[in-house]
């Protein structure tokens, strides 16, 4: 092995101390939302203190506005929240991405998606989640999940294709042009390979986003009804008894910008090595 060789490889290893550092609280967060139903130890139902009661040893949280164990609910709230953040974060950077990378080939698909996202753009996403999940009677968490997907599909194709539009004028791009290659090949094994780093940071931020979209759909009881346990509605139910027992408010609103702001920093701390990897290649 040469001295080169020796040094590249020190160099590929060297960043991945400084990206596990903000990538594990994220992944602390998200297992032990995902796993909290198995670690709660009163059902989500059942009162275990008197209403707003305080902090014990049969409920560590305290009781929550009908006396049930604030922490039980905080464990079992999390998980459907991130299953629906993480649904819409792929779906619609995968629909973005394909948009983008295509839009910037073809002048008149390019035109096309830029007037829709123009026009979707301008409808205030409160405003669209309520006209969705009104007009879906009974669509609860599905619905929400739909209209968080059409009102961030717009925003992203715009990031995405900013970020293709000068790779598509690229010089290896009117090379693979000239060797005859279609505008699928150039859109999925030219441009798309340069677009990791952007594609990472947009999910991240769409899955931050989504976060916070159904979180106040959830405020706004649009979304999942009692006595379903979410972090959102727990706040909302919780808000009058804030002085007698802070932490059912204060623990599911902690758990919400932990989760989001967690799960951003790990998507920023893995898009710069994902771009060093492919410049690498």
Not at 11 to 26: C, G, N, S
Not at 182 to 201: D, S
Request: hydrophobic share 60%; glycine share 8%; net charge positive.
């Amino acid at each position: 092995m040469t001295a080169t060789a020796v040094l590249d490889q020190r160099a590929a290893r060297r960043p991945w101390p400084r990206i596990l550092l903000p990538v594990l609280p994220a992944v602390l967060l998200v297992l032990v939302a995902v796993l909290g139903p198995l670690l709660a130890a009163h059902p989500i139902d059942k009162p275990v203190t008197a209403p707003y009661g305080e902090a014990g040893t049969d409920a560590v949280l305290g009781g929550d506005q009908l006396g049930r164990d604030v922490l039980s609910r905080l464990l079992h709230g999390g998980s459907a929240l991130i299953g629906s953040a993480l649904t819409v974060a792929v779906v619609v950077t995968l629909l973005a991405t394909l948009l983008g990378c295509f839009a910037v080939l073809s002048p008149r698909l390019g035109r096309l998606v830029e007037r829709i996202a123009d026009t979707a753009i301008l409808l205030p996403p409160v405003l669209g989640i309520m006209l969705l999940a009104l007009a879906w009677p009974g669509g609860g968490r599905l619905a929400i999940t739909l209209a968080a997907i059409v009102l961030g599909v717009p925003y992203a194709v715009r990031i995405v294709a900013s970020a293709a539009a000068p790779l598509a004028t690229a010089g290896f791009i009117e090379a693979a042009i000239a060797s005859g290659e279609g505008t699928a090949h150039l859109a999925l094994r030219e441009i798309l390979p340069n677009l990791r780093a952007t594609i990472l940071a947009l999910f991240g931020l769409r899955f931050v986003d989504a976060v916070y979209v159904i979180s106040m759909a959830g405020f706004l009881q649009l979304g999942p009804q009692p006595p379903e346990a979410d972090w959102a509605l727990m706040i909302r139910e919780n808000g009058p008894g804030i002085l007698l027992n802070s932490w059912a408010v204060v623990a599911p609103a902690l758990a919400i910008g932990l989760l989001a702001i967690s799960v951003n920093l790990a998507a920023n701390a893995l898009a710069p090595a994902t771009a060093r990897k492919a410049a690498l290649r």
